[in-house]
């Protein structure tokens, strides 16, 4: 939502991960136990966003203070979402006109991540635990930006390789990218 918002806008905003974690529980959401980033766009859709120096991100789940703290993204900016195409030509596709929610298996391996290309570990019961944002992609990866902060992987993102057709579990859930109010623009 805050590329989106730049894209149009011409400001970025630095919103707060954390409010979504902690309030966010429509649709079945569980905070750090699992989500569904379509519904978290529709939350903030809704309420608000607060700015990050306002509700700073703690990595657990919290108490929700959403009603405590100003928002610096209004509700009705964002006016719903999109569902991108379940593919490496979809997703790229996508990432080409903005940065784009997705959700992947964060194993290990991913936790453990410093430097390089990491290659699927979805595997047949592989399931996404993890929401994230795809930034950029090349011929054989996608770049991938965490929430973790820049002190984890290369500067707070991972590339996943594109070699297999459903890289850390990719599209198992749909894509998605926020549709703003006409209202927003540079």
């Given at each position: 939502?805050?590329?989106?918002?730049?894209?149009?806008?011409?400001?970025?905003?630095d919103l707060a991960e954390q409010q979504v974690?902690?309030?966010?529980?429509?649709?079945?959401?569980?905070?750090?136990?699992?989500?569904?980033?379509?519904?978290?766009?529709?939350?903030?859709?809704?309420?608000?966003?607060?700015?990050?120096?306002?509700?700073?991100?703690?990595?657990?789940?919290?108490?929700?203070?959403?009603?405590?703290?100003?928002?610096?993204?209004?509700?009705?900016?964002?006016?719903?979402?999109?569902?991108?195409?379940?593919?490496?030509?979809?997703?790229?596709?996508?990432?080409?006109?903005?940065?784009?929610?997705?959700?992947?298996?964060?194993?290990?391996?991913?936790?453990?991540?410093?430097?390089?290309?990491?290659?699927?570990?979805?595997?047949?019961?592989?399931?996404?635990?993890?929401?994230?944002?795809?930034?950029?992609?090349?011929?054989?990866?996608?770049?991938?930006?965490?929430?973790?902060?820049?002190?984890?992987?290369?500067?707070?993102?991972?590339?996943?390789?594109?070699?297999?057709?459903?890289?850390?579990?990719?599209?198992?859930?749909?894509?998605?990218?926020?549709?703003?109010?006409?209202?927003?623009?540079?």
């Amino acid at each position: 939502m805050e590329s989106a918002h730049a894209l149009a806008a011409g400001e970025l905003k630095d919103l707060a991960e954390q409010q979504v974690v902690d309030c966010s529980h429509n649709g079945g959401s569980q905070g750090c136990d699992g989500g569904f980033n379509q519904y978290a766009i529709e939350y903030i859709g809704n309420l608000g966003a607060a700015k990050q120096s306002d509700y700073k991100y703690t990595a657990k789940d919290g108490t929700c203070k959403d009603s405590s703290v100003s928002k610096d993204l209004p509700a009705g900016v964002v006016t719903g979402y999109s569902k991108v195409t379940k593919s490496n030509d979809g997703l790229r596709s996508a990432i080409n006109t903005q940065p784009v929610s997705v959700t992947v298996k964060a194993g290990l391996s991913w936790q453990l991540y410093r430097k390089g290309v990491l290659s699927s570990q979805c595997g047949v019961l592989g399931r996404p635990n993890h929401a994230v944002t795809a930034v950029g992609y090349d011929a054989d990866t996608f770049k991938i930006r965490n929430s973790w902060g820049a002190s984890w992987g290369e500067a707070g993102h991972v590339r996943l390789s594109t070699a297999d057709s459903n890289p850390f579990c990719l599209y198992k859930t749909a894509p998605f990218i926020p549709t703003l109010s006409e209202s927003v623009t540079v």
